[in-house]
């Protein structure tokens, strides 16, 4: 069904907007965001990764291999190497279904499920900079000076992104074309 849909155009484009806004923000708002102490990290390929899951209804996007496409490419463009994300971004797809299956689906659950991804998703990130020696920062440092702030932007997004990006869905999954 993907491949008859609207979304075989919809999901990439928007994943590929998502890409290039997550580096647009951090660069346009790099004062307000990375201020000593605090810093916080814009994750919009990963709100938009899943919103389609919760989004796409009986479509099934393939949104592990977008996620590790998407991954490959924020490596490779953001560190030059293939890292984290390649592995993080599809991960955090497989722990989404996860977690929609344990919950009803509503607004609040989603939000519930998309902080519960925003956590594992930084701490992994976070525990694999510490152990590679990368960071020198304190587990209690990162919980408030990075992903506090990380959750708060986040969420802020998510609320913001939400109607927008469902109608956006709810247009590229109806049957009628308008002439």
Do not use: C
């Amino acid at each position: 069904m993907y491949r008859l849909s609207r979304l075989k155009y919809v999901f990439p484009l928007g994943l590929f907007v998502a890409l290039f806004l997550d580096g647009s923000f951090s660069k346009i708002f790099a004062p307000l965001m990375f201020s000593y102490p605090y810093s916080m990290s814009s994750q919009l390929v990963m709100l938009w990764l899943v919103l389609s899951f919760f989004l796409e209804e009986n479509i099934h996007i393939p949104l592990v291999w977008f996620a590790v496409l998407a991954g490959a490419v924020a490596d490779l463009y953001y560190s030059g190497i293939l890292g984290l994300f390649i592995f993080l971004y599809p991960l955090i797809i497989l722990l989404t279904r996860a977690l929609d299956r344990l919950l009803d689906r509503n607004f609040l659950n989603m939000i519930l499920i998309f902080f519960i991804d925003l956590v594992v998703f930084e701490s992994l990130n976070y525990l694999a900079y510490r152990i590679i020696g990368v960071i020198h920062q304190g587990f209690g440092d990162f919980l408030v000076d990075s992903l506090a702030p990380t959750l708060a932007l986040n969420l802020v997004y998510f609320v913001i992104f939400f109607w927008p990006v469902s109608r956006i869905y709810h247009w590229a999954l109806s049957k009628r074309r308008r002439a």
